[in-house]
């Protein structure tokens, strides 16, 4: 579970550029339309970061494998949130979990196919992964980062929040709002 911060950039980095790239030339999207794929991508990222944060990463089981899980998923980095290589995702994990989404949105696109041409799912795919790197940037930033910028400082602060006095509420890294959408901030 240890992994650098920069691990993610070199790993995730050429395989957004190469999605948002191939549905760009191949599937012939202008660059508007690409660009609002991409930012649609990675707003729907915000809400899967809250969402995942929420459910995923605080769900705790009785059993001891549920409780062990738990901890090997999200429990250590609570448990050692100064250590510098426990603030991103490994790379193989992030993999696992975004072949569930790209999956899922394949689903969704042979669903809309009729209306909507699935042209959009590699953009669409790489927008959500660039929401995923500025995520984990951000969680870095927030341990180890001194700010300046008062957006950060609030931001750092909400996440501290979680951390230290409520772990059942403040989930979003990058953005607070999907906190108080539903009443967790």
Do not use: C
Request: glycine share 10%.
């Amino acid at each position: 579970t240890r992994t650098p911060w920069w691990s993610i950039l070199v790993f995730w980095g050429p395989i957004t550029a190469g999605l948002i790239g191939y549905g760009i030339v191949a599937n012939g999207v202008a660059w508007h339309v690409a660009a609002l794929q991409a930012i649609i991508g990675g707003v729907f990222w915000t809400l899967s970061e809250y969402w995942l944060h929420r459910t995923i990463f605080h769900w705790e089981h009785d059993s001891t494998l549920g409780r062990r899980f738990h901890f090997i998923v999200h429990g250590v980095h609570h448990d050692w949130h100064s250590d510098p290589f426990r603030l991103v995702m490994p790379p193989a994990a992030g993999a696992i979990i975004a072949s569930f989404f790209w999956f899922g949105f394949h689903g969704i696109a042979s669903v809309l196919n009729p209306w909507l041409a699935p042209t959009w799912v590699p953009i669409f795919m790489g927008g959500f992964l660039g929401g995923y790197i500025v995520y984990d940037m951000v969680h870095y930033a927030t341990h180890h980062a001194k700010f300046t910028n008062q957006h950060f400082i609030k931001l750092r602060a909400h996440h501290m929040n979680h951390h230290f006095n409520d772990h059942d509420k403040k989930f979003g890294i990058t953005n607070m709002f999907w906190d108080k959408v539903f009443g967790t901030y």
